[in-house]
């Protein structure tokens, strides 16, 4: 079912020549295969018990899917972490152990599970759209990005904001002061993720986790893009002033990848850095730059829309990321304030 096309025209000398590296491309095979299993087979993601992003990092197993934070408090440190770089254990689970795996085959693989939330799925489980988002706040989504590629176009924005407020008629009927906010654009062919908390993120301490929807940021960016710019074909996906700690510290790690300092405080101002998966992604020994991209990959800030072109395809079309750029806002602050943009294409 899944051809990772590595492996065609080696001959018995040459495979025995290469043992270890086919051995190794033979697991990297495997584990694609046991993810699209998985995900054809499983209840999917919405019947999967929400993880906290806070307490342990996206992709810990496969198909185990997670609020995406795009705003934490600052002071918040993984306890993962105890260097501004990634550590190489967290480096290798995010890389090296078969994560990125799952994210690059599912985004190119006709074999996912889909997403099925709807706007009267949010309603029915205590979610309420706001009747306006006040000019402010999206204006705050939109400032640490600047001029950015000057592709931005307000005039064909549709902000919006969604609060977990009310009480839903099910046993699982609390409300958890969750709030994801985003802005879609498809004229232009784009999304900026705002103020997003999760559920199990702004839960009162006082209520168990099994009374909480399995409402993600990608359910709620679905239905926003089909409710206001359905039909319409997304490009890009800004991912404004970057504080979650793990994110940021797989980000320095990528720039060492690459040649760069891997001091925030050194990232460039507008065009920044640019990550690609390479020709052949899948080959190994993965070269550098591909090896950063797919570590950028698993954060949670480029798995977040991974999974929305996964999940979503009856909104999306079949999508995958091919590019990852990272900058520095032009702004003075105690910490680097840092921009991430998603690229997608079509995969065909």
Not at 67 to 72: C, V
Not at 101 to 109: E, K, V
Not at 229 to 234: E, F, H, L, P, Q
Not at 248 to 257: G, H, I, V, Y
Request: with cysteine; hydrophobic share 40%; proline share 6%.
């Amino acid at each position: 079912m899944i051809s990772v096309g590595i492996l065609d025209g080696a001959g018995a000398t040459e495979a025995r020549r290469h043992g270890p590296r086919y051995r190794l491309l033979t697991l990297i095979v495997a584990v694609c295969i046991a993810v699209f299993t998985g995900s054809y087979i499983s209840h999917g993601v919405h019947n999967q018990q929400l993880s906290d992003v806070q307490q342990r990092s996206v992709l810990d197993g496969p198909l185990k899917f997670n609020d995406l934070p795009i705003s934490l408090p600052q002071e918040y440190v993984s306890p993962e972490l105890v260097s501004r770089a990634a550590s190489q254990e967290l480096w290798d689970r995010k890389v090296l152990s078969g994560k990125r795996t799952a994210l690059w085959c599912m985004m190119n693989s006709d074999n996912v599970q889909a997403g099925t939330v709807t706007r009267e799925t949010l309603k029915n489980t205590g979610w309420r759209e706001l009747d306006q988002v006040p000019e402010q706040l999206s204006n705050d989504w939109h400032e640490s990005l600047g001029a950015a590629d000057g592709l931005t176009n307000t005039a064909n924005e549709f902000p919006s904001q969604w609060d977990h407020e009310e009480l839903w008629t099910d046993d699982q009927d609390r409300p958890s002061d969750a709030v994801m906010g985003n802005i879609v654009n498809g004229e232009d062919g784009y999304i900026i993720a705002g103020t997003n908390y999760g559920p199990l993120v702004s839960k009162p301490t006082d209520v168990p986790v099994w009374m909480l929807p399995d409402t993600k940021w990608t359910d709620i960016v679905a239905v926003q893009w089909n409710q206001y710019v359905a039909g319409s074909n997304i490009k890009r996906i800004y991912r404004s002033n970057v504080v979650y700690a793990e994110s940021r510290d797989l980000m320095e790690t990528a720039l060492e990848k690459v040649g760069k300092s891997g001091d925030l405080a050194d990232l460039p101002l507008w065009p920044g850095i640019d990550f690609t998966p390479g020709k052949n992604p899948t080959k190994t020994p993965m070269k550098p730059a591909t090896e950063a991209f797919m570590g950028l990959l698993g954060s949670s800030h480029a798995a977040g829309p991974a999974y929305l072109f996964i999940q979503y395809r009856a909104v999306f079309g079949k999508k995958r990321i091919n590019k990852i750029k990272l900058w520095k806002a032009d702004k003075e602050a105690q910490e680097p304030i840092v921009n991430m943009l998603v690229y997608a294409e079509e995969v065909r």
